[in-house]
């Protein structure tokens, strides 16, 4: 599963970069999370409740970020253990560009995913949509942040 | 007798008074006083080690009675489940068989295989004990893709390039030369599509634990107890034979994959004993999709030498067979002793030559389903045929006339091991003709064609090898059990029948047919017949049912102890009537003494026979019930001609199914109408195979098609109205002259069914399914 896309973001780059690593921010803006609790330096841990399909769970995700690029760069890997519902393993590479004369910034990303155990068994058709769904609305929200503050 | 209930009536079937009224008694029915439900933990990797499971949560959730990993019954002394048939390698070695623990302990190798089994008060208990499981898992590169399956990660220590075996069949040096000497050879590469068993009745197990009596029961969804309770007690060490009783009681469906002996029953009965408590455990329709022993899965590559006449010179097949993750019950022997021995079909080609190299996947183990090799057989072959005609411009049904073994060359030894005892091929082929009305295809493609759509003929003559046997010979070729069956016919006092039989019934309408045996043998009013089967308790060993085995040899066990019943009746009517034992006759129920008026109906023997008051007891015991073992002697080989006649329209790519004819040759039948039930199953399953279902694996090794949302079961709208039929040569070497019909319908049918799309689309091959989509592009030329 891969997906790919870019934001145009009203804010300066160094704001963009400082947001991304905050993990508030990054809670608020992605469905469904119940709580996103720093557990070392670039890793976090998060409850994610998630619906596919006929598939519903509370998912406990492990978050990390690697190579980080500091105002350029990161990626940030996820990996989920569903219990009985399965896993979910996702990497988001993320890019930043100063746009506009550096009044705003592109935020360039590219995610690959692979699910596992029941959620692949009756979800596989529904997780794409699903994903996408998910990760359009983070953006919006992330660039919405920007836009009321 | 011609008794109005007897051999050849289509009596209604006994069993379904109590099934169509909801009073079936399955599994899952079943409960004990005390009972704890057993949930299991599934890998959701394809391939992963197992680094830690922590246990201590789920133990300590509510309602959780306990919690074992493969480590505990490791430790407890339970073995791994074993593969009964050993299969050897070309070079004469063994082949590999990898340890498969009922509850993974190290690794896991497929998605869905069990790592932890919770049992819970409640089910809802034991979900929830599962789901507090805290397990790490070391994801390692799963092993999918079956042709390339050799050239990846060696999934188990001990086999190396996944290889169980590699195994060959036939003259290899006279099939090269037949093939020097051809005129024209047709090439084909075939896959056999992975498909799903989906039986409506998900597989289940109740363990139960006697302490006093120190003893096991398991009631389970079982087509074979005795065979579950051999390999629980001898290989597995859940408890001595003697201590565990093994009860299938009505099972829903099995088509093969409910013979095997599972890790979940095996878990159950064992955590039975160990919390001294009866544990039950029914698979979710899920659950079912995962660990059920799936079926086919080959890739082959095939080859048929022809003369300029079109006579068959040699057959070459070069198969890869997907085993999954571990040696099911009997998967060594489905795509070798019950595959490359198929070869001939109808045919007399004179060289073959096959190979088969079994491989390892990272996916469910897969094993016998409904037809078991003989249908992956039938479509090379047919496939072949109807190739070949095309391709030299024969019509497919002159081809195969050219090459049908005749009437007159029976019994006929083949280049693959088997000698067909009796067959005629063309009778069937022009009785399915006729139903077809083949002189008139062409008009009615022209129609077609006038309305936009494509349509096409395609045929399968089929041959299959019913009734495993015999012992000695399946032994020396690796089986680990033997073959035979057993009968027991109880008459009561009263003169009504009781019959115990080894073969098990998940469909097959045993209490019907075994009832019309006795009825017809010994003039006992069906009514007053009663078949139990299926409990370790009741009969003695046996092999239960798969291979079209049940009327041919259970059957033929029945038979024999029938004739022990009817030669001591004529002692103790002889003995009633002061006549001499030579001299009386039985006939239409009764004992008669040749030419006299003398006479004793059967009731009458068997009252005496228990209430002995004129009774030669110095000479004969007491009592009248016979048991017979029977071995048979040969397969059985029913045989058929299958028509399927398709419309595709090419703008939506959908196949419509407008005739289809089968007619088959299943030697004598005892009950017409359940036989061409068990047709009509058949033909759904092989039309199911051929259009709809598809077991299929993402790269990564989860299953995608693991719910009805994306596993397409053949419905009642997909398929005809069929058109049945049968002709007739009799079994030569059962007592019955029976041959079998459960599996016909899936082996005939699948090869008729792409013969016709591919006609229709005027293309070489297609992929099965040949759902809209695959057609379609295959019309679009993509």
């Known amino acids: 599963m891969e997906q790919a896309g870019e934001y145009r973001i009203p804010a300066v780059r160094k704001e963009v970069w400082r947001a991304l690593n905050d993990p508030a921010v990054l809670a608020r803006c992605l469905d469904g999370c119940r709580s996103m609790t720093p557990v070392g330096p670039d890793e976090f841990e998060a409850d994610i409740g998630a619906k596919v399909g006929p598939v519903k769970a509370t998912f406990a995700a492990a978050i990390s970020l690697r190579d980080v690029v500091p105002l350029h760069s990161y990626r940030l890997q996820v990996r989920v253990k569903g219990g009985a519902a399965g896993f979910a393993n996702g990497t988001a590479a993320v890019q930043l560009k100063e746009v506009d004369g550096g009044t705003a910034t592109m935020l360039n990303y590219r995610i690959e995913g692979a699910i596992g155990g029941k959620l692949a068994q009756i979800g596989s058709r529904l997780v794409e949509g699903a994903a996408r769904k998910m990760t359009a609305r983070f953006f919006e929200r992330f660039a919405a942040d920007f836009a009321s503050a | ?782």
């Open chain 2, 1 to 782: 007798m011609a008794s109005q209930n007897g051999i050849g009536a289509a009596v209604k079937r006994k069993e379904d008074a109590r099934f169509i009224t909801g009073m079936g008694r399955y599994t899952d029915d079943l409960g004990a006083h005390g009972q704890t439900y057993a949930m299991f933990a599934r890998s959701p990797h394809a391939r992963a080690k197992i680094v830690n499971i922590d246990t201590a949560a789920a133990a300590a959730t509510d309602g959780v009675v306990a919690v074992f990993t493969g480590a505990d019954l490791k430790a407890d002394g339970i073995g791994d489940l074993p593969c009964g048939w050993l299969v050897k390698s070309k070079d004469g070695s063994d082949m590999i068989q990898p340890p498969h623990p009922p509850i993974a302990v190290d690794a896991v190798n497929y998605v869905g295989e069990p790592f932890a089994l919770v049992i819970g008060e409640t089910l809802a208990a034991a979900k929830n004990g599962a789901e507090a499981l805290s397990v790490d898992f070391e994801e390692l590169p799963a092993v999918v893709d079956l042709a390339s399956a050799a050239r990846t990660a060696q999934i188990h220590e001990t086999v190396p390039n996944n290889q169980c075996y590699d195994w060959e069949l036939g003259d290899k040096a006279a099939t090269d030369a037949a093939f020097e000497k051809a005129h024209h050879v047709t090439r084909m590469d075939i896959v056999n599509n992975r498909l799903i068993p989906n039986a409506i009745e998900p597989r289940a197990a109740l363990g139960e634990y006697d302490a006093a009596a120190g003893s096991h029961t398991l009631h389970t969804t079982s087509q074979n107890p005795h065979l579950e309770r051999l390999v629980l007690a001898a290989f597995v060490n859940v408890a001595p034979e003697a201590k565990l009783r093994v009860i299938s009681p009505d099972v829903g469906g099995g088509f093969g994959s409910k013979i095997f002996v599972y890790a979940e029953e095996t878990a159950v009965i064992w955590a039975a004993g160990k919390t001294r408590r009866p544990v039950k455990w029914t698979a979710e329709r899920s659950e079912s999709f995962l660990a059920d022993a799936h079926g086919r899965d080959h890739v082959t590559h095939a080859e048929l030498a022809l003369a300029e006449d079109g006579e068959f010179l040699g057959l070459r097949v070069q198969t890869i067979a997907n085993m999954g993750a571990y040696l099911s019950t009997f998967a060594s022997s489905v795509p070798t002793y019950l595959y490359g021995t198929l070869m001939a079909g109808q045919y007399k080609t004179p060289a073959i030559y096959v190979e088969v190299q079994s491989l390892f996947t990272n996916t469910a183990p897969v094993d016998a389903y409904r037809g078991a090799g003989r249908p992956e057989a039938t479509f090379v072959v047919e496939r072949l045929v109807e190739t070949a005609a095309r391709e030299i411009g024969m019509d497919a049904t002159d081809l195969r006339r050219r090459n049908f073994i005749q009437p007159t060359d029976f019994p006929y030894e083949t280049p693959v091991a088997l000698t067909y005892d009796t067959g005629d091929y063309e009778a069937s082929l022009d009785k399915a003709l006729a139903h077809v009305h083949y002189a008139a295809f062409a008009q009615r493609r022209d129609a077609s064609e006038a309305a936009g759509k494509k349509r096409g003929i395609g045929f399968s003559c089929y041959i299959e090898a019913c009734g495993l046997a015999p012992s000695q010979v399946a032994i020396s070729l690796g089986a680990g059990v033997g073959l035979f069956e057993v009968g027991e016919v109880r008459v009561d006092v009263t003169g009504s029948v009781t019959v115990v039989t080894g073969s098990h019934s998940h469909g097959q309408s045993h209490e019907t047919t075994f009832a019309q045996i006795i009825s017809e043998k010994l003039g006992v009013p069906f009514e007053n017949v009663t078949v139990l089967h299926g409990d370790t308790g009741r009969s003695d060993y046996a092999l239960g049912t798969y291979g079209s085995r049940s009327l041919a040899v259970g059957g033929s066990a029945i038979v024999k102890a029938t004739d022990k019943i009817i030669a001591k009746g004529k002692k103790i009517a002889a003995y009633m009537l002061d006549a001499n034992a030579d001299d009386v006759e039985f006939e239409d129920g009764s004992f008669n003494v040749t030419d006299s008026n003398q006479s004793l109906t059967f009731a009458e023997v068997a009252f005496a026979a228990y209430v002995p008051a004129k009774y030669p007891l110095d000479e004969l015991e007491p009592g009248l019930s016979e048991k017979a073992f029977y071995d048979p002697p040969n397969f059985t080989y029913p045989a058929g001609a299958h028509v399927c006649e398709v419309e595709v329209d090419p703008e939506t790519g959908v196949v419509e199914v407008v005739q289809f004819v089968a007619v088959d040759d299943f030697g004598n039948i005892v009950n017409p109408m359940v036989v061409e039930g068990q047709v009509h199953g058949g033909l759904a399953q092989g039309i199911g195979q051929a259009l709809l279902e598809h077991g299929v694996y993402d790269d990564t090794g989860q299953l995608l098609s693991g719910s009805y949302m994306d596993y397409t079961m053949p419905r009642a709208d997909d398929l005809p109205s069929f058109t049945v039929d049968t002709t007739t040569t009799p079994c030569t070497h059962n007592p019955l002259g029976v041959k079998g019909c459960g599996e016909a319908g899936a082996i005939g049918s699948t090869a008729a069914v792409i013969n016709a799309v591919t006609d229709a689309l005027g293309v070489a091959s297609i992929a099965m399914p040949a759902t809209p989509e695959t057609v379609w592009r295959t019309a679009r030329g993509e």
